[in-house]
């Protein structure tokens, strides 16, 4: 059975097509093997490469020391890339790259697992589960319709066209449907720019880590306190790897889409980087261990303690 399923992954990755942004969603397509898009600039490498090993020596991420790299773009209008990690043929972990207006790159979000964001393999099984699709014969027939959307951590999604039309958005990482159509799409995300476009110039350049902190996985509908208590306060949340350093379980929602979805996440620890910049660590069953810039988080969602 894990032949198969490697197989039908291999047989995905062929038949996705040229992803688009948002903004070029309406444009037409052609079915473009992943591999001709895999070509990117010597810096980009150089970056992702460099923050790979600084997160290698991590006992997370350890099997990055090892791990082969494919970079694809995320589409025009995105001014991203994704990173996926495979060891022994197997996902470990993925990382998220943008563009900085003023040049460079900015390391947009990281994680460390099997299911790693837009993994075809999680994609198709999610297809198949949710009665989607019939069998992965419907797909070797005619290839699937997708685009990755990506404008923030808490906004990516794969766009998929079925073969009568309808529209779909499913999560980057779960594969799950989302209760969302084209119109709350682009409503959600018309006045967005890319994460590296709408943050401050960095201090320094990203290269090491400076602190790290790993935590116990929780269950966060244990309680649920953005139900009925006020969020953590500005002055709150600038103390949260202190809350965090002591073992405190902090929750994190965002609700997105007029309320349709939300998004309540277990924060499990941190990574502060040489230039103060401060990731913090979720635990999900999918994609594993996913690390989100504190900014990204706090213009979309809330911590609850």
């Given at each position: ?6 197989m ?5 990755s062929?038949?996705?097509?040229t ?9 037409s397509?052609?079915?473009v ?6 070509a990117?600039d ?8 460099n ?8 006992p ?22 994704l ?17 900085r ?6 390391l947009?979000?990281y994680?460390?697992?099997s299911?790693?964001a837009?993994?075809?393999?999680t994609?198709?099984?999610a297809l ?11 797909i ?7 685009e990755?959307l990506y ?7 794969w766009?998929?066209?079925a ?11 779960t ?17 967005r ?12 350049e990203?290269s090491?880590?400076?602190?790290a ?7 966060p ?5 953005w139900?009925?208590?006020a969020?953590l ?12 350093d002591?073992l405190?379980?902090?929750r994190?929602?965002?609700?997105l889409?007029?309320?349709?979805v939300?998004?309540v996440?277990p924060?499990v ?18 994609p594993?261990t ?13 911590f609850?303690?």
């Open positions: 059975m894990r032949n198969w399923t490697a039908i992954a291999a047989v995905l062929a038949l996705l097509l992803t688009l942004s948002p903004q070029a969603a309406s444009a397509t052609a079915s093997p992943t591999a001709s898009v895999q990117v010597a810096p980009l490498q150089q970056h992702v490469h923050w790979a090993e600084a997160l290698s020596n991590q997370a991420f350890k099997a990055w020391k090892t791990a082969a790299t494919t970079i694809v773009p995320l589409g025009p209008g995105t001014h991203g890339w990173a996926t990690f495979t060891a022994a043929g197997k996902p470990v972990g993925y990382m998220i790259v943008n563009a207006p003023e040049g460079g790159y900015a947009g979000e994680g460390a697992g299911h790693p837009f993994d075809p393999n994609m198709y099984n198949l589960r949710q009665g989607l699709i019939g069998s992965y014969s419907e070797a027939k005619k290839p699937l319709h997708l990755r404008l923030s951590p808490m906004l990516a999604a766009k998929w066209t073969p009568n039309a309808e529209t779909y958005y499913l999560d980057a990482w594969g799950e449907a989302l209760p969302i159509t084209d119109s709350a799409w682009s409503a959600q995300t018309v006045s720019k890319p994460e590296a476009w709408s943050g401050e110039k960095p201090k320094a990203l090491k880590l400076a602190a902190k790993t935590n116990q996985s929780f269950d509908f244990e309680r649920m306190p139900l009925n208590q969020p306060s500005n002055q709150q949340v600038a103390k949260l790897t202190g809350m965090l002591k405190a379980q902090i994190y929602t965002a609700e889409f007029k309320s349709s939300l998004y996440l924060a620890g941190y990574h502060r980087w040489n230039n103060d910049k401060l990731f913090v660590a979720f635990e999900q069953s999918f594993g996913r690390y989100i810039p504190i900014e990204a988080l706090n213009r979309e969602g809330r609850y303690r």
